[in-house]
């Protein structure tokens, strides 16, 4: 198995921060520590190993981070402010820093997945809720998801959005991450055996939310047997990650074919020859030459018409032709009006036949009409879209999770798991 270290200066925590490689390639997925860890602590206590065979394989290419908790979740005594602070830049260090380097050694535009045991599973959820658009989807094992576990009953605004108990159950229904969360993978699971309590209290907070909310979220309690510890961790990741894999190719092959099918189509102009159609340019290059020598436009019939009744060439503009034959074409309107109502189609049609009458009246009322026809026809550029902006969803700070309710109707056809 392919082990790179790397570490490099954040400039969001103004430190130097370790990202361990697991893998080669396969669908990236960004793994956060336990608490107070480290890098390491997934090849340390056997997680790695359990995922071998998916990154082996190269269905999965694992970057695991280091922590910053000491500074911000795990600091009861320190300053809440600052501690809030700490949790905001390791958020911002994960989507800022975290996603592109991921992107460049995955060589692909692949959106990665989260996970996380325990505290890791707090971080793991948390980036993802606020960023769906970056990430696939979310496997959080054991996770508390209540900020005022660590912070009491102190909050601020930056504090309530890193706790998901609070925020989540008072999303708008017509936020536009609903329709994300339902095209993405989300698997939370807890235990009911030792230390799990908090994990239990909080997921069950979630999982209504989601209901509420008409998230498709798979949301799993094990048994009573089942503990806060890494071997059912081991256990529980082995059971999860081939089918939140499976489900993010199918996703993925689904918007690749979207976009195709969606791709503008390129402007028919471009493959046309040089000089197939006339263009604003073209036709000022036209008009400059034909003050010049607009009699010489069409040697063929000089010969047989005085050239002062010789009607401009096809591609000379409105201006060349008066100057020509002023007189003309004022005559040409009360004799003839019908001849200029008539489609292109019958103009290039009488152009002959009028060089041989010495110029027919009719004649140079439909070339002085032609040029302001061709005007119209220059391409249009389609509009440029919108630029799209990260957004929370909105709620008061001080909001308190919203009771449970009646889950709404999924949107989806995606089943809800069972519990085990």
Not at 67 to 86: I, K, P
Not at 128 to 140: C, K, S
Not at 161 to 172: G, K, Q
């Amino acid at each position: 198995m392919n082990r790179e270290t790397v570490t490099a200066h954040s400039k969001n925590l103004g430190k130097d921060m370790t990202i361990r490689v697991y893998g080669e390639s396969g669908w990236p997925i960004i793994a956060f520590p336990i608490q107070d860890a480290m890098s390491d602590c997934y090849e340390q206590f056997g997680m790695v190993d359990a995922m071998k065979d998916y990154i082996e394989s190269g269905k999965a290419q694992l970057f695991v981070l280091d922590s910053v908790d000491a500074e911000g979740w795990s600091d009861r005594g320190g300053d809440n402010t600052l501690r809030v602070n700490v949790i905001e830049a390791f958020y911002n260090y994960v989507c800022e820093e975290v996603v592109p380097f991921v992107h460049e050694r995955n060589s692909s535009d692949l959106r990665p997945l989260t996970m996380g045991c325990s505290l890791g599973a707090t971080h793991a959820l948390i980036a993802f809720l606020r960023r769906p658009d970056l990430f696939q989807g979310v496997i959080a094992l054991s996770g508390g998801y209540d900020a005022q576990f660590f912070f009491g009953d102190w909050m601020n605004t930056t504090l309530y959005f890193n706790s998901p108990v609070h925020f989540l159950p008072n999303t708008p229904h017509d936020h536009p991450y609903i329709d994300l969360y339902n095209k993405r993978e989300i698997v939370l699971c807890c235990g009911q055996g030792a230390w799990e309590e908090e994990g239990l209290r909080t997921e069950h907070i979630v999982d209504d939310a989601f209901r509420a909310l008409g998230v498709n979220a798979w949301c799993d309690y094990w048994g009573n047997d089942v503990d806060h510890d890494w071997p059912w961790w081991q256990k529980q990741i082995q059971y999860f990650l081939p089918y939140v894999l499976d489900e993010a190719e199918k996703y993925h092959a689904e918007e690749a074919a979207e976009a195709a099918k969606n791709a503008p189509a390129k402007p028919v102009t471009a493959r046309k020859p040089a000089g197939t159609k006339t263009t604003r340019s073209s036709r000022a290059k036209t008009s400059t030459a034909a003050k010049k020598s607009a009699p010489a436009a069409k040697p063929a019939t000089a010969t047989k018409a005085k050239p002062k009744a010789e009607p401009a060439a096809k591609a000379a503009p409105k201006a060349a032709a008066k100057k020509a034959e002023p007189k003309t074409a004022k005559a040409a309107t009360p004799k003839k009006p019908a001849a200029a109502a008539k489609p292109a189609a019958t103009k290039k049609a009488s152009a002959p036949k009028a060089a041989t009458k010495k110029a027919a009246p009719k004649t140079k009322a439909t070339e002085a009409a032609k040029p302001a026809t061709e005007a119209t026809t220059t391409a249009t550029k389609p509009a440029a879209a919108p630029k799209t902006a990260a957004e929370k969803p909105a709620a008061a700070p001080n909001a308190k999770p919203a009771p449970k309710t009646v889950p709404a109707a999924k949107k989806t056809t995606r089943t809800r798991k069972s519990t085990r």
